[in-house]
């Protein structure tokens, strides 16, 4: 019975090898809903996935970074954008937050990587708010 198991195993490991399609297999079984750089990352996923049997693709390395920094005593800020790494975004953000005379606290509040985000600061109720997707 263990031989018939081990050969079942190898016999059902060598058709599923052979499972796997070609890009052009793929191609043909994946939509791509338009000509923009969302749509041609949804088709690449599609086909990645089809060509490998259902195992995702990674997700693909960040093109830029972004930070925001925030002095919660003084309410002032620093942003960054378009930095190739998520420290020189963040150094970034604290030198423009600690420019300011008053700021003496600054931290940094968010990082992003190729999105956008927002800062809300209201001074009269001395309170920040960020928001993003």
């Known amino acids: 019975m263990r031989t018939f198991a081990v050969v079942f195993a190898i016999l059902f490991a060598a058709v599923a090898a052979q499972a ?7 191609m043909g079984r994946c939509v791509l809903c338009g000509d923009d750089p969302v749509c041609a990352t949804i088709y690449e996923n599609c086909i990645h996935t089809c060509m490998t049997n259902g195992k ?12 925001i920094a925030v002095s919660p005593s003084a309410l002032v800020q620093g942003h960054s954008w378009n930095y190739k790494s998520e420290e020189e975004a963040r150094q970034r953000a604290l030198k423009e937050c600690a420019a300011s005379t008053v700021a003496k606290d600054c931290k940094v509040v968010v990082t992003v990587a190729d999105v956008c985000v927002a800062l809300a600061i209201s001074k009269p109720e001395r309170i920040y708010t960020i928001g993003g997707p």
């Open 20 to 26: 796997q399609l070609s890009r052009g297999e793929c």
């Open 56 to 67: 995702k693709a990674p997700p693909p390395l960040p093109d830029v970074w972004g930070a």
